[in-house]
């Protein structure tokens, strides 16, 4: 994964500028203090490398902007001691909201518990934080791993030697592994023959080492579930410097452009994967913490329902990139969850 610059780490530890002329207008109309504009927002990042967090990113902007937010991103760089410094910052920094995405619950709960002491408006992305008060956004998870579980069954039969990407203590990750453990159950002659995985800076690089390895030591892996994109990518990877890309097929959760790519390449082992907006889950994110400072209550579990796309889609669809996948399918494009008259699109 891609590090942000050495300017945005200083820019997170340096306190907000006073409200710019973009912030201060206000929404007509809207219930306070989006009436009157410059409300101050936090996004504190766990994991921010990789095109699903960029795109993440950008939709938090973007949903910003057109709130009147002055949003302040906090990047993350895979450290749990980090994030835990870095709300401590917002909460000290004036932050009226903080959105939370990914992290580890353990390290989290007593600083959060703080921010809501202080009667800072909290949501969570993708990390469970257990507390009544803070709204849980999850794209779906099960969902997720059983839509891209029904095309491997669909393309490969019920009998066949897999490949398993995982790493425990994420949520989402966590939630796709009860889907995949409920699969083999329902599926007996579905053979894990191996599991690997990283979270770190270099997620794919980590994978594709670990997956050179599993491939050696068992070369009958035909099918490799891998329900990160990242993961996948260094599955594919492997499988690529491996010479075996057109024995074996891969198959992920989350979507970018650059997976477009890797998925439409021919001859590639990655077929499909089973995805949510990114860039709307963003959006849903900062609305679900505005709702909350207006007094409204967003629901404490906020679900983004995914699609499933295949390269046969990507492929007869003339789908190139992420753009090109919003206008063709249009489930992907947006996300009614969190919404409300007064907040702009």
Avoid at 70 to 98: M, P, T
């Amino acid at each position: 994964m891609k590090l942000r610059s050495i300017t945005l780490a200083i820019a997170s530890v340096v306190a907000w500028l006073p409200a710019t002329a973009a912030f201060a207008a206000g929404i007509a109309g809207a219930p306070a203090p989006f009436d009157k504009g410059g409300v101050r927002v936090a996004l504190v990042n766990y994991l921010s490398s990789g095109d699903f967090f960029q795109a993440y990113e950008a939709g938090a902007q973007q949903q910003a902007k057109a709130l009147g937010i002055d949003l302040r991103i906090f990047e993350g760089r895979q450290n749990a001691a980090e994030q835990r410094e870095q709300i401590q910052q917002a909460i000290n920094s004036g932050a009226k909201g903080i959105v939370i995405n990914h992290g580890l619950p353990e390290s989290l709960k007593d600083v959060v518990q703080q921010a809501v002491d202080k009667g800072i408006k909290v949501v969570a992305f993708d990390v469970d934080i257990g507390n009544p008060k803070v709204p849980q956004i999850e794209q779906s998870d099960h969902a997720l791993a059983n839509l891209v579980l029904s095309q491997v069954v669909k393309d490969n039969g019920t009998a066949f030697s897999a490949g398993y990407v995982y790493v425990a203590g994420f949520a989402p990750l966590d939630r796709r592994n009860e889907a995949w453990k409920a699969f083999k159950t329902s599926h007996p002659e579905v053979r894990e023959k191996a599991q690997w995985g990283a979270v770190d800076d270099q997620t794919a690089a980590s994978v594709a080492n670990q997956a050179n390895a599993a491939y050696r030591a068992h070369p009958d892996i035909s099918v490799v579930f891998a329900p990160y994109d990242e993961f996948a990518r260094g599955a594919s990877l492997a499988a690529d410097e491996a010479g075996i890309a057109s024995k074996l097929k891969i198959y992920s959760a989350d979507i970018s452009t650059s997976d477009i790519e890797a998925i439409r390449k021919p001859g590639s082992a990655w077929v499909a994967t089973a995805a949510t907006n990114p860039a709307v889950i963003g959006e849903v994110s900062v609305r679900a913490v505005s709702l909350l400072l207006a007094g409204q209550d967003p629901g404490h579990h906020i679900v983004v329902e995914p699609v499933l796309i295949t390269r046969n889609d990507l492929v007869s669809k003339d789908i190139k990139t992420i753009d090109d996948l919003g206008r063709k399918f249009p489930a992907f494009r947006a996300s009614n969850a969190a919404q409300a008259a007064w907040i702009p699109q």
